[in-house]
């Protein structure tokens, strides 16, 4: 029995063969295949070898020329864009143009763009037949995202910059100010999370690494200084985060209530998760995590189903956005079984003098 790595071998040599060519007879095809094996093959095996070819659903045909040869080919679209995917494949490809939606308007989406067309150009009237009952099966439904057409030209500069090694200058308005700061930064890397763009930089007047939403640059430029390549890594500059902010971790529990402890445990929400189970249905979660506003927000969104064990400051940031609350709701003015918040105390002064470093 021959070597089947012998035979993907003269397959991938055929293919790349025909891409280059118009037509070839199966002379011609022995024998430019031939000069670079060792062991020379007849031209029976090369034709069961280009029959298997298209048995696999490579768009590979014979036909006669205008010489009344006998030549070999690949459909033209296919031969330009040589990408040999079956339907699921090109489908799952395809779904990736809808969850890059949030990139429009970015040169990440155009060449998404280009990409999907090429895909396209490959598909089979009974594959394209096929795509579009997939479609029909599977919804990929997006999350709320910001609007990057807009800033489509803020993406391009700084993703130059960050492969040109040169630093940019910009007017960058902070979440918690109204008014634009001017920066100067050394770019690293773009990352998209939860429905935004954002890239990390190195700030030269605060002389650190920091994140800066896209949407929020009010004006950007291209300077002509360089800076020396350091190196990066966004794992470990996000290791300890559970957002977009940093922040120095801390080791913290939660317990979960039922039903939303089973919910919480069918995902992955952090490296360092670990789940414990107490009592009956109940679970509790250790993390090792910065207290930052964006974890203190995904607390906050589970209510009542989970209570903050440790540490004293997580515990403090509840407590107060739940005063608030309840003063936004007039809750104190409530009836003790309707309004069970209303043995929430208000924090003291301290506690909020404290609340004020974390978020």
């Not at 280009?50 to 459909?75: I, T």
């Not at 492969?163 to 634009?180: F, G, H, N, S, W």
């Not at 997580?314 to 043995?343: F, G, R």
Request: glycine share 4%; net charge positive; with cysteine.
């Amino acid at each position: 029995m021959e070597d089947r790595s012998k035979q993907v071998s003269r397959l991938y040599k055929i293919m790349k063969l025909l891409e280059t060519r118009h037509g070839l007879t199966l002379k011609e095809i022995e024998t430019m295949i031939n000069e670079d094996l060792d062991k020379p093959y007849n031209n029976r095996t090369f034709r069961r070898d280009l029959e298997a070819l298209s048995e696999c659903g490579f768009p590979v045909y014979d036909e006669e020329n205008e010489d009344g040869k006998r030549v070999w080919k690949l459909q033209e679209d296919y031969r330009k864009n040589p990408v040999p995917l079956t339907p699921s494949e090109a489908f799952a490809l395809l779904c990736g143009e809808k969850l890059m939606e949030p990139f429009s308007g970015t040169f990440i989406f155009k060449s998404l763009q280009e990409l999907y067309q090429k895909l396209k150009a490959n598909l089979t009237p009974e594959n394209r037949k096929n795509l579009e009952d997939f479609k029909k099966v599977i919804h990929i439904q997006i999350s709320t995202h910001s609007n990057s057409g807009k800033n489509g030209d803020k993406v391009d500069v700084i993703n130059g910059a960050i492969k040109d090694l040169k630093t940019v200058e910009m007017a960058y308005t902070p979440i918690r100010t109204t008014k634009p700061l001017k920066k100067r930064v050394n770019p690293y890397a773009l990352f998209y999370r939860e429905g935004a763009l954002y890239f990390v930089g190195f700030c030269k007047k605060d002389k650190q690494l920091k994140t800066y939403a896209i949407s929020r640059i009010q004006s950007l430029k291209l300077t002509d200084e360089s800076f020396a390549p350091d190196f990066f890594s966004m794992e470990d500059f996000f290791n300890d985060s559970f957002g977009v902010f940093q922040g120095k971790p801390e080791a913290v529990e939660l317990v979960f209530s039922a039903p939303t402890s089973r919910w919480v445990r069918e995902r992955k929400w952090h490296h360092s998760q670990e789940f414990n189970p107490v009592g009956k249905d109940s679970l509790k979660m250790n993390l090792s995590v910065a207290v930052t506003p964006d974890f203190v927000q995904w607390v906050l969104k589970f209510g009542s189903q989970v209570e903050v064990i440790k540490p004293a400051k997580l515990k403090t940031s509840i407590k107060e956005e739940v005063w608030k609350l309840s003063k936004l709701y007039q809750m104190a003015d409530s009836s003790p079984k309707k309004s069970p918040a209303k043995s929430v105390s208000r924090p003291d002064s301290r506690s909020r003098a404290n609340l004020k470093k974390v978020v």
